[in-house]
């Protein structure tokens, strides 16, 4: 079963085989007999069915199983003679990815679902229940993705106000190199929902993190601060830091008080301020030594280049 998109590869991980599996189980048991099994089924359409006693699931007969039988001559046999013991098996709370990958691998029609706990038969799973649960799973999101998009886009319109903004705002730890930047993608994230365009958010992207990062290096912490409203986007970061002796030398390119420790962890280039610069439509810097610093960024979000 080949994957080519990766939303399906994300939607095999998410769902589970339980959520695809066909319930409605048609099964037949060992003591039944093999000149039945034709009947049942072409009764039901299917090529192959679970063995099952008191609840138990013994085995799997099939098709093919069928006409070797027939070939042999067709003798009077149980169900339980000719199946094939032990069968592979898949379990309800498995990732639907599991399954995909044991079809390829085996090539088999079905498979039988167990429940994890008790070991009892609880469906069966096809190649066409995972096309078609995927393709349900998919259209669902697509369609909940247009109504959150178009919510997104009329965010301020359906709202009536003499002012509109919204506010966010996120800590930030010195030196915890291990969450650093998390603010800047929670908020990347947060402008998607929003339906801010691709561009804004990349450039609010760059100057929010290289802020963001200046934050974890050189202070022990501090704020970032976001206000949107229907015209921009300001960023506003404080820190209760050491402060910057020169302003204008810090915003000279390459131009670092950054320690080897932190260079070494591939931070502290002097490129942030430049950069952040760069996303700008406007930037404020406002430091006092000893006592912190402040950056003001706004981005407006009138047209793009591309759309003049």
């Known amino acids: ?9 994300e939607i095999l991980f998410e769902l589970k085989v339980a959520d695809v599996m066909k319930r409605d189980i048609i099964s037949v048991g060992p003591d039944d007999m093999m000149s039945d099994l ?13 063995v099952v006693k008191e609840d138990t699931l013994v085995g799997v007969i099939s098709i093919e199983d069928l006409i070797r ?7 009077n046999k149980r169900i339980g003679d000719v199946m094939s013991k032990e069968p592979k098996c898949l379990y309800a709370d498995q990732p639907l990815i599991h399954a995909v990958k044991k079809f390829d691998q085996f090539g088999y029609g079905r498979f039988p679902v167990l429940d994890r706990e008790s070991g009892k038969l609880v469906g069966i799973i096809t190649r066409g229940a995972i096309i078609d649960g995927t393709l349900k799973k998919l259209e669902k999101e697509y369609k909940e993705e247009e109504i959150r998009q178009y919510r997104a886009s009329h965010f301020f319109t359906d709202i009536l106000a003499d002012k509109k903004k919204v506010n966010l705002e996120f800590t930030i730890l010195g030196k915890d190199f291990d969450n650093a930047g998390r603010a800047s993608t929670t908020m990347k994230k947060n402008l998607k929902r929003l339906g801010i365009r691709p561009d804004i958010i990349q450039r609010i992207a760059i100057a929010s993190y290289e ?57 502290g280039a002097g490129m942030g301020l ?15 030594v000893g006592v912190g610093t402040t950056l003001t960024v706004e981005i407006f979000l009138g047209e793009s280049d591309e759309t003049k």
């Open 1 to 9: 079963m080949e994957i080519k998109f990766d939303k399906t590869v």
């Open 38 to 50: 034709k009947t049942t089924l072409q009764k039901h359409r299917i090529s192959g069915v679970p």
């Open 69 to 75: 039988w027939l070939s042999d001559g067709g003798s």
């Open 211 to 267: 802020a963001e990062m200046n934050v974890v290096i050189y202070t022990d912490g501090g704020t970032m601060r976001f206000d949107i409203t229907e015209d921009k986007i300001v960023l506003i970061v404080t820190d209760k830091g050491p402060g910057i002796e020169d302003i204008e030398k810090a915003m000279q390119p390459g131009f670092t008080t950054s320690e080897s420790w932190v260079k070494e962890l591939g931070f």
């Open 274 to 288: 430049p950069n952040i610069q760069r996303c700008s439509d406007t930037m404020n810097l406002q430091s006092e």
